[in-house]
């Protein structure tokens, strides 16, 4: 396993494992206990959005992982607002915090009010996708040959900016970009030249990325918890009936 590439809330890695184990673990993050707004009172309504939509755009709203909660507990929020404007996911108060404070839940005019009481519940992305700690994807790597006659048009037709002319010959930089697109092969090919040839590796380019309320390696590290868990479940019914 070698890290690629590490953004604020995104991991690339590659791995050479079974696709089928890496869609496993994919399936696995929405068995991960996520927090999120289960239910909500709305006692005031003043804004232009029925009930109902409010209540989804608010259950949307990730917020941060307070490990000092139980899985089997509930946390109150409040969110009282009489103003002229935007109504934000950061003036809800209690003792969780949205990851973005600026999301938009509805606008109020002048004189207007709303008033919310919401309860925060752990639950799991099989459910319902606002318990999902974020989102998984894969493919192959690709094993990229290029021989020394090709053509060097093909640096300027790699939509991911792979190919580069180094002293006269046509290299490839950060290969992991590449999705076989074929346009480099294409235009070889027009050329009368194969002088590229496309691979896949064995080797899985994964990529994670966290909607905020954990940290993408915890959410992997997790997962994968799960997924052994259920295993371990699974071989030892096996046994029993055997
Ligand atoms: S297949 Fe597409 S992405 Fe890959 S190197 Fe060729 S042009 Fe670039």
Known sequence: MKIIQEKNNQITFSAEIEESLANAIRRYLYQIPVLAIDEVEISKNDSPLYDETVAHRIGLIPLKTDKSIKENSEVKLKLSAKKEGMVYSKEFVGKLEPVYGEIPITSLKKGQELEIVAIVKFGQGSTHSKFSPGLMFYRNLVDIKIDKDCPPEVVNICPQGILKSSNGKIIAENDYKCDMCEACTDLCQKK???????????????????????????????????????????????????
């Open 192 to 242: 009368q030249k194969d002088s590229i040839t496309l691979t896949p590796s064995k080797e899985l380019a994964i990529t994670l990325e966290s909607f905020g309320q954990l940290d993408v390696k915890e959410i992997l590290i997790k997962s994968i918890n799960v997924l052994k868990k259920d295993l371990s479940l699974l071989s030892k019914k096996i046994v029993k009936i055997k």
